[in-house]
Protein backbone atom coordinates (compact mmCIF):
# COMPACT_ATOMS: atom_id res chain seq x y z
CA UNK A 1 0.00 0.00 0.00
CA UNK A 2 1.54 3.61 -1.02
CA UNK A 3 1.64 5.75 1.71
CA UNK A 4 0.06 9.40 1.11
CA UNK A 5 1.50 12.53 2.53
CA UNK A 6 -0.64 15.16 3.94
CA UNK A 7 0.51 18.62 2.55
CA UNK A 8 -0.61 22.01 3.04
CA UNK A 9 0.41 25.52 2.85
CA UNK A 10 -2.24 27.45 4.46
CA UNK A 11 -2.53 31.13 5.81
CA UNK A 12 -4.73 29.99 9.12
CA UNK A 13 -2.89 28.44 11.87
CA UNK A 14 -2.85 24.59 12.53
CA UNK A 15 -2.85 23.10 15.45
CA UNK A 16 -0.49 20.20 16.12
CA UNK A 17 -1.88 18.13 18.71
CA UNK A 18 -5.06 17.17 16.38
CA UNK A 19 -3.15 16.95 13.28
CA UNK A 20 -1.33 13.91 15.65
CA UNK A 21 -4.13 11.88 16.28
CA UNK A 22 -5.42 12.43 12.75
CA UNK A 23 -2.24 10.66 11.52
CA UNK A 24 -2.38 8.13 14.42
CA UNK A 25 -5.62 7.04 13.49
CA UNK A 26 -4.61 6.44 10.31
CA UNK A 27 -3.10 2.63 11.00
CA UNK A 28 -2.59 0.52 14.02
CA UNK A 29 1.31 -0.51 12.96
CA UNK A 30 2.22 3.11 13.89
CA UNK A 31 4.49 2.57 16.89
CA UNK A 32 6.29 5.95 17.03
CA UNK A 33 5.27 9.52 15.86
CA UNK A 34 7.68 12.38 16.08
CA UNK A 35 6.07 15.48 16.08
CA UNK A 36 8.54 18.69 14.70
CA UNK A 37 6.51 22.43 14.93
CA UNK A 38 8.68 25.42 13.68
CA UNK A 39 8.06 29.07 15.74
CA UNK A 40 8.25 32.56 14.72
CA UNK A 41 11.29 33.92 16.77
CA UNK A 42 11.88 36.85 18.01
CA UNK A 43 14.86 36.52 17.48
CA UNK A 44 16.16 38.80 20.82
CA UNK A 45 13.33 41.04 21.02
CA UNK A 46 14.04 42.39 17.64
CA UNK A 47 11.42 41.05 15.61
CA UNK A 48 7.65 41.21 15.80
CA UNK A 49 7.03 39.05 12.50
CA UNK A 50 8.04 37.37 10.05
CA UNK A 51 6.44 37.95 6.36
CA UNK A 52 6.46 34.26 4.26
CA UNK A 53 5.70 34.15 0.82
CA UNK A 54 5.56 31.20 -1.65
CA UNK A 55 5.29 30.02 -5.27
CA UNK A 56 1.57 28.63 -5.46
CA UNK A 57 1.83 25.12 -7.00
CA UNK A 58 5.06 24.78 -6.81
CA UNK A 59 5.65 24.58 -2.62
CA UNK A 60 2.70 22.27 -2.57
CA UNK A 61 4.90 20.06 -5.45
CA UNK A 62 7.81 20.05 -3.36
CA UNK A 63 7.03 19.20 -0.07
CA UNK A 64 5.03 16.59 -2.07
CA UNK A 65 8.29 15.21 -3.15
CA UNK A 66 10.29 15.82 0.22
CA UNK A 67 7.50 13.72 1.90
CA UNK A 68 7.72 11.13 -0.65
CA UNK A 69 11.08 10.65 -0.51
CA UNK A 70 11.04 10.31 3.02
CA UNK A 71 8.27 7.90 3.31
CA UNK A 72 10.61 5.38 0.95
CA UNK A 73 13.75 6.39 2.38
CA UNK A 74 12.40 5.45 6.19
CA UNK A 75 9.53 3.40 5.80
CA UNK A 76 7.10 5.68 7.28
CA UNK A 77 3.46 5.04 7.74
CA UNK A 78 2.06 8.45 7.73
CA UNK A 79 3.81 11.61 6.99
CA UNK A 80 2.08 15.61 7.42
CA UNK A 81 3.55 18.45 6.29
CA UNK A 82 2.11 21.84 6.88
CA UNK A 83 3.89 25.15 6.38
CA UNK A 84 2.20 28.85 6.56
CA UNK A 85 2.70 31.68 4.83
CA UNK A 86 1.29 35.57 5.60
CA UNK A 87 2.54 37.56 8.14
CA UNK A 88 3.12 35.39 11.42
CA UNK A 89 3.91 37.27 14.68
CA UNK A 90 6.24 35.88 17.23
CA UNK A 91 5.49 32.94 19.00
CA UNK A 92 3.56 31.59 16.56
CA UNK A 93 3.42 28.38 14.31
CA UNK A 94 5.18 28.37 11.00
CA UNK A 95 5.81 24.94 10.17
CA UNK A 96 4.65 21.29 11.15
CA UNK A 97 5.93 18.11 10.46
CA UNK A 98 5.25 14.66 11.46
CA UNK A 99 6.17 11.49 10.56
CA UNK A 100 4.77 8.08 12.08
CA UNK A 101 6.46 4.75 11.90
CA UNK A 102 7.16 1.29 13.63
CA UNK A 103 9.86 2.34 15.34
CA UNK A 104 10.93 5.66 16.79
CA UNK A 105 14.25 6.16 14.96
CA UNK A 106 12.70 5.88 11.43
CA UNK A 107 9.98 8.40 12.91
CA UNK A 108 12.96 11.13 13.98
CA UNK A 109 14.81 10.59 10.93
CA UNK A 110 11.90 11.34 8.67
CA UNK A 111 11.09 14.58 10.45
CA UNK A 112 14.40 15.27 10.25
CA UNK A 113 14.99 14.98 6.68
CA UNK A 114 11.99 16.40 5.65
CA UNK A 115 12.33 19.76 7.49
CA UNK A 116 16.41 19.80 6.24
CA UNK A 117 15.06 19.79 2.99
CA UNK A 118 12.14 22.19 3.04
CA UNK A 119 14.16 25.00 5.06
CA UNK A 120 16.76 24.82 1.30
CA UNK A 121 14.51 22.64 -1.46
CA UNK A 122 10.87 24.33 -1.01
CA UNK A 123 10.03 27.55 -2.16
CA UNK A 124 9.23 29.61 0.38
CA UNK A 125 11.07 33.04 1.15
CA UNK A 126 10.70 34.82 4.64
CA UNK A 127 11.10 38.54 5.18
CA UNK A 128 11.84 39.99 8.91
CA UNK A 129 9.68 42.41 10.24
CA UNK A 130 11.19 44.76 13.12
CA UNK A 131 9.61 45.91 16.91
CA UNK A 132 10.73 49.50 15.73
CA UNK A 133 8.03 49.08 12.92
CA UNK A 134 11.07 48.31 9.78
CA UNK A 135 10.64 46.12 7.56
CA UNK A 136 14.32 44.03 6.98
CA UNK A 137 15.32 42.08 4.01
CA UNK A 138 14.37 39.00 2.41
CA UNK A 139 16.33 36.16 4.56
CA UNK A 140 18.66 34.29 2.47
CA UNK A 141 19.19 30.53 2.92
CA UNK A 142 21.94 29.85 5.99
CA UNK A 143 25.49 27.64 5.19
CA UNK A 144 24.29 25.44 7.94
CA UNK A 145 20.76 24.64 6.79
CA UNK A 146 22.40 23.25 3.68
CA UNK A 147 24.93 21.29 5.59
CA UNK A 148 22.12 19.49 7.46
CA UNK A 149 20.63 18.56 4.02
CA UNK A 150 23.51 17.13 2.73
CA UNK A 151 23.82 15.29 5.48
CA UNK A 152 21.44 12.78 3.68
CA UNK A 153 23.41 12.19 0.81
Excluded at 7 to 29: C, H, M, P, W, Y
Excluded at 99 to 122: C, E, I, P, W
Excluded at 125 to 145: F, L
Amino acid sequence: MEIQPTIRVQAQDFDAAVEARLLRNTDKSIGAIVTFTGLCRDDGGTLSALELEHYPGMAEAEMLRIASLAIDRFDLLGLTAIHRYGKIATGDNIVLVIAASRHRQAAFDGANFVMDYLKTAAPFWKKEHGKDGTSGNWITARDADESAKDKWR
